[in-house]
Each structure stands twice: as structure tokens, then as C-alpha cells.
């Protein structure tokens, strides 16, 4: 059994920053990449950042150079350094971690950033 716990939502004015947290645990696999997805009300859901084993990351361009993504392999943990929070960028943040074996895929419950004056 893997948990995925997401940390960090919260209500922020526009132009603040939060960081959001995402720790693996349980019967851990080796995992290969961890990143963030959003979904805002009436939206599908996209991926917002991604990085993997070795470091590297990828952005939606609507982030890039907004939010940093981080990793620490040690503890199966992720981060997501989200800076100048727009009104747009309000979703419900969700952590994927997946596994190098395409079956170790999960989801984390997702935790609610608001962007508001």
C-alpha cells in the first residue's frame, strides 16, 4: 500500500506565494517521476510541473518562472514553490508519483489553493 499526502493549500492574495509539500510513504516502489496536476472548477485537469528521478523538470508555460518544482529522493518528498499566485492559478493541487513499472501509478486526495484578494 503507497500513501500520497499533499500539504501547504491555502487562501493567498494575488501576487503571494505558497509552497505545497507531497510525501510518499508505505510500500514504496522506485520511483521514477512526481509532479503536480490542478483542476479548477468547470476545467479538465492538467499537469502543472513534473520532475524526475535525475532532476529534471518540465512546466506548463503557464508557470514557468512563476513555480519551481524540487525533489528529495531521500525522503520520496516533492515541492512546488509557487510565486506572483495569479486568480487563474485557483484549483485543487494534486501530487502523482509514478513508478519506473507503469502500474505504480497514484494520486494524492488533492489540496485546495485559492487565489484571492
Known amino acids: 500500500q503507497v500513501q500520497v499526502v499533499e500539504s501547504g493549500g491555502g487562501l493567498v492574495q494575488p501576487g503571494g506565494s505558497l509552497r505545497l509539500s507531497c510525501a510518499a510513504s508505505g510500500s514504496i516502489f522506485s520511483i521514477y517521476a512526481m509532479g503536480w496536476h490542478r483542476q479548477a472548477p468547470g476545467k479538465q485537469r492538467e499537469l502543472v510541473a513534473v520532475i524526475t528521478s535525475g532532476g529534471r523538470p518540465n512546466y506548463a508555460d503557464s508557470v514557468k518562472g512563476r513555480f519551481t518544482i524540487s525533489r528529495d529522493n531521500a525522503k520520496n518528498t516533492v515541492y512546488l514553490q509557487m510565486n506572483s499566485l495569479k486568480p487563474e492559478d485557483t484549483a485543487v493541487y494534486s501530487c502523482?508519483?509514478?513508478?519506473?513499472?507503469?502500474?505504480?501509478?497514484?494520486w494524492g486526495q488533492g489540496t485546495q489553493v485559492t487565489v484571492s484578494s
Open positions: 502523482r508519483v509514478t513508478g519506473w513499472d507503469p502500474a505504480n501509478d497514484y
